[in-house]
């Protein structure tokens, strides 16, 4: 064996090593966890069944619309693996246009309008905090 193999043998292990590393956290990430499911779900739900209006590059919509239009980004979202937790849905579904790159507002009977990306995370705080206890299993 010359010098030169064996020198590049241990480099050659630790990229390979590195590779399957980064292949494992890549296929760890995904899929969401059953609450980040559960908590976008509630939170799509929170608005389309609110009485507030949902603004989308300068119109306005009711909530039922604001509730498809979400589901069809988180939809778009989740094929990419780009929306594993609340917290990123809300960044990058439920914030701003992807297009126009204007923020979504919501704006709830006579209140003056929100930034939608406030809203969500608010209620996102309403929803965890009101989930009940669980006790551990002995």
């Known amino acids: 064996m010359n010098l030169r193999a064996a020198a590049a043998r241990p480099r050659n292990l630790a990229v390979f090593a590195a590779a399957l590393l980064g292949a494992g956290s890549i296929a760890a990430q995904a899929a ?3 609450q980040a499911e559960r908590e976008t779900e509630q939170l799509i739900q929170a ?20 509730q498809a239009h979400l589901r069809k980004k988180l939809a778009y979202l989740r094929k990419r693996d780009m929306a594993d937790t609340a917290e990123l849905f809300i960044e990058r579904a439920g914030s701003e246009s992807s297009l126009s790159g204007k ?9 003056a309008p929100v930034a939608s990306a406030a809203w969500l995370k608010a209620k996102l705080v309403q929803l965890r905090a009101a989930k009940p206890a669980t006790t551990p299993s002995p």
């Open 32 to 34: 969401p966890s059953a």
């Open 47 to 66: 608005l389309g069944s609110s009485a507030c209006q949902f603004e989308r590059n300068g119109s306005w919509y009711e909530s039922g619309e604001a």
């Open 103 to 111: 923020p979504y507002r919501v704006r709830c009977g006579n209140a």
